[in-house]
């Protein structure tokens, strides 16, 4: 069983660009390298169809074909694309799972990911589509219609959100992320990847209270810099209210 690991554009192509500069395919690639880091140690054979900041080819359609030519070559059983979503309207927000029309094991795959970060990111919007059953939606992408291997196409938040692209960048979400999607890649091919191996529980919380406090719009991206200085403040904030929630 092997999985292949797609980080979305890269080199001449740096798919979405955020409000503040934010380069999409540079935070793919960071979600896809903590992901194979975390199968890896997990004993899951596991492949990257580019390991650094460089495209496949000069254009647009060969540079498309050649990624597919590539992922196809690593015969892996397995394809996760990973993205960050872009939107005209700056308040679009959330994760989207995406797999070809119809279903098959990239639905199941998609299925076992969407539980793992429904449970990982309490705060973050997930964008389903339950009509065919299954929370994944379904688009004819070209890296899902022509890789051999079983196709997934995640979308991990908005990069075009200001709060999003915040999130995006944290190591905390990246992690978080990573593992989120090794261990629903985990349960499909039941092969468990142990929970919390990669974080302990207070990098855990620390993750969900930046996370909270982006999104609630308490900390400011462009002047609170790696939000150290509010932490303390935050979690004693972010503590009172899931206990307030909690007795509500
Ligand atoms: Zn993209």
């Not at 496949?56 to 892996?76: H, S, W, Y």
């Not at 539980?115 to 990982?120: F, L, T, W, Y």
């Given at each position: 069983m092997k999985i292949c690991l797609d980080p979305g554009h890269g080199g001449r192509d740096p798919g979405a660009i955020g409000p503040a500069g934010t380069k999409e395919a540079v935070i793919n690639l960071a979600i896809a390298q903590k992901t194979a880091r975390i199968l890896r140690s997990a004993g899951i054979d596991t492949v990257l169809s580019r390991e650094?900041?460089?495209?496949?080819?000069?254009?647009?359609?060969?540079?498309?074909?050649?990624?597919?030519?590539?992922?196809?070559?690593?015969?892996?059983?397995?394809?996760?694309?990973?993205?960050?979503?872009?939107?005209?309207?700056?308040?679009?927000?959330?994760?989207?799972?995406?797999?070809?029309?119809?279903?098959?094991?990239?639905?199941?795959?998609?299925?076992?990911?969407?539980?793992?970060?429904?449970?990982?990111?309490?705060?973050?919007?997930?964008?389903?589509?339950?009509?065919?059953?299954?929370?994944?939606?379904?688009?004819?992408?070209?890296?899902?219609?022509?890789?051999?291997?079983?196709?997934?196409?995640?979308?991990?938040?908005f990069i075009s959100n200001p709060q999003e692209e915040a999130m995006l960048n944290t190591t905390a979400f990246q992690e978080n992320m990573a593992l989120a999607i090794a261990k629903g890649i985990g349960d499909t091919i039941g092969k468990p990847v142990s929970p919390g191996s990669n974080q302990d529980a207070w990098a855990k919380e620390k993750q969900a209270i930046i996370e909270w406090g982006l999104l609630h719009g308490l900390i400011n991206p462009k002047s609170d810099g790696d939000y150290e200085h509010a932490i303390v403040s935050l979690t004693i904030l972010y503590r009172y209210h899931t206990k307030f929630k909690a007795v509500k």
């Open positions: 650094s900041d460089v495209e496949f080819g000069p254009n647009e359609m060969t540079d498309l074909r050649k990624r597919v030519e590539t992922i196809n070559a690593t015969g892996a059983d397995y394809v996760i694309s990973i993205h960050a979503d872009a939107s005209t309207s700056p308040s679009a927000n959330g994760c989207s799972f995406y797999t070809l029309p119809g279903q098959g094991l990239g639905d199941i795959l998609a299925t076992g990911i969407h539980d793992r970060v429904k449970e990982s990111f309490p705060s973050l919007a997930i964008r389903t589509d339950y009509s065919d059953g299954d929370p994944d939606k379904e688009a004819n992408y070209y890296v899902l219609r022509w890789t051999t291997a079983s196709a997934l196409l995640i979308e991990c938040a």
